[in-house]
């Protein structure tokens, strides 16, 4: 990093393309005010988010990562999101292992509808990540 | 037209990689009759400055095993790389870091601290260093690396003999492969290029359909040697494993640990383990589990990344510490 720079927060947040995603458009359509440090990376469902893409998320950098899908129920392929949690909260365990945060790795639910809801879990992510700063060990 | 010259070296690694080399038993004769073993510290009495000598690219090929731990190893594979034409990693430290790459869990300080001042000892608690006093002596000993790196993290390697340690049909192929100068093409992993399961004796005995209810570790319960482990809920890294280990803990009543490294198109072992198993637990009810069911079922595995992780870390995403090792020493 440069001097005199300052180091911004980068959050990685995978939205699910049928609800999350397009929670994400609502949030934007109603112009919410979200901070500008995350970037979204849309996949069909949330379980297609493999512990792999978010390893290498941190690998290259990534402050915190957000996993987020239709609500539980809601799934458009009936069971992904369900799949999506299990696989989130064992990561969660190995990422505490090796001496990340728990609060580095998240997953939440937004559906289509829910631009508000979007911007108050994304704001409150980069809100966390900005206290804890970037990872020490990545 | 003179032999073919052949040298092997290990780096932190357990010496059962030589054993396996031993274990060729009347094969090793042969082969040895064909090559010329310039350099073998476990076997033969050639020292560093019999390699040095040798003018560069002119041993014909390099069996290195172990992963590199210490600078002094650093140092050893970085010559080796230099006068060899060829050079194969030789087990699964070399190959994706084995058991010593485990230790990327934990910065060096914390792994010293524990083992020369926090445990219990007999002895006295004398820390080694770099460079130490004895009787008016300086003595230097190598220093230890921040991380554990695989071999391919270190230098340029040419072919991969996989295995914990590799068996003999495997380090065979390889050889031959090198006498015959019927070389495949660079990168190549002496194995098979199917995932251990699809080779597995109880492939047949695997349900189309199961749920995992509950995680057992195998000296939990007597195993049933007709069923699939995953399939009775016992952890078996046969999904994301590379075959052609000739199946050797599966047929000894033991689930896969993953020491031929992750199948072809795979890149993180680990990775790709933990999420078949998170798919598979609890499947039956997953609609009606809460986030505490599954955290139940999940706290159940006692060390996940001991588990999932256990050749492979310093060769995946989760475990490659490369970018700190070079910020601290710069090298």
Redesign the interface.
């Known amino acids: 990093m440069k001097k005199g720079t300052i180091e911004r927060p980068k959050l990685v947040v995978f939205c699910c393309n049928w609800c999350s995603y397009a929670g994400a458009d609502n949030a934007g359509v109603s112009k919410m005010d979200i901070k500008p440090y995350f970037r979204i990376i849309r996949t069909m469902c949330s379980s297609r988010v ?3 893409t ?3 998320a ?2 290259k950098g990534a402050w915190g990562v957000l996993i987020l899908g239709c609500h ?2 809601d799934c458009h392929y009936k ?1 992904g999101n ?2 999506a ?3 989130t ?3 969660k ?3 505490e ?3 990340y945060e728990k609060e580095r790795l998240t997953i939440d639910w937004v559906s289509a509808s829910e631009g508000e809801r979007f911007a108050s879990v994304v704001n409150s992510t980069i809100e966390k990540m900005i206290e804890l700063g970037p990872p020490k ?2 | 037209m003179s032999k073919p010259k052949v040298a092997f070296y290990w780096c932190a690694s357990c010496g059962g990689c030589e054993e396996a080399v031993v274990d060729l038993n009347e094969d090793l004769l042969q082969v040895a009759e064909k090559v010329d073993i310039v350099f073998w510290p476990v076997a033969l009495d050639f020292k560093r400055s019999d390699v040095e000598k040798l003018s560069d690219r002119s041993i014909a090929v390099s069996f290195i095993n172990g992963a590199i731990r210490t600078r002094e190893q650093e140092e050893m594979v970085r010559l080796l790389r230099k006068k060899s034409a060829y050079v194969a990693a030789f087990g699964s430290c070399a190959h994706i870091g084995g058991i010593p790459g485990l230790g990327n ?1 934990f ?1 060096k300080e914390k792994l010293l601290k524990l083992i020369y001042e926090d445990l219990e000892t007999n002895d006295d608690r004398t820390v080694p260093k770099p460079l130490s006093k004895a009787d008016g002596n300086e003595l230097e000993i190598p220093e230890i690396c921040e991380y554990v790196r695989t071999l391919d993290q270190t230098i340029d390697v040419d072919y991969y003999i996989p295995g914990c340690a590799p068996p003999a049909d495997i380090i065979l192929k390889g050889l031959t492969a090198f006498l015959k100068g019927e070389l495949p093409p660079k990168g190549t992993v002496f194995a098979s290029d199917k995932s251990l399961c699809d080779t597995c004796p109880l492939r047949d005995k695997k349900p189309d359909k199961f749920s995992i209810k509950e995680l057992k570790r195998p000296h939990e319960v007597i195993h049933d040697p007709e069923k699939c482990f995953l399939s009775e809920g016992i952890i078996c890294l046969g999904p994301a494993t590379r075959s052609g280990c000739g199946e050797r803990c599966i047929n000894a009543n033991m689930p896969c640990r993953g020491c031929f490294g992750p199948s072809p198109r795979v ?2 072992q ?3 383990i ?2 078949a ?3 598979l ?2 499947i039956d009810e ?2 009606i ?1 809460s ?1 505490e069911d ?2 139940r079922l ?2 159940s ?1 006692p ?3 001991g588990l ?1 992780y256990m050749y492979s870390l310093p060769a ?6 490369r ?2 090792d070079e910020q601290k020493d710069n090298s």
Do not use: C, H, T
Not at chain 2, 316 to 321: A, F, I, P, Q, R
């Open positions: 493999e512990p792999d978010v390893l290498e941190f690998k539980p129920g069971n369900y799949k949690l299990r696989r909260l064992l990561l365990r190995v990422l292992d090796m001496g060990n990545a | 869990q910065a890149y993180d680990g990775a790709k933990l999420s198993i998170a798919s637990l609890g997953e609609e589990a986030e599954v955290s999940i706290d595995i060390d996940p990344v999932f995946s995403n989760l475990g490659d510490k970018r700190n």
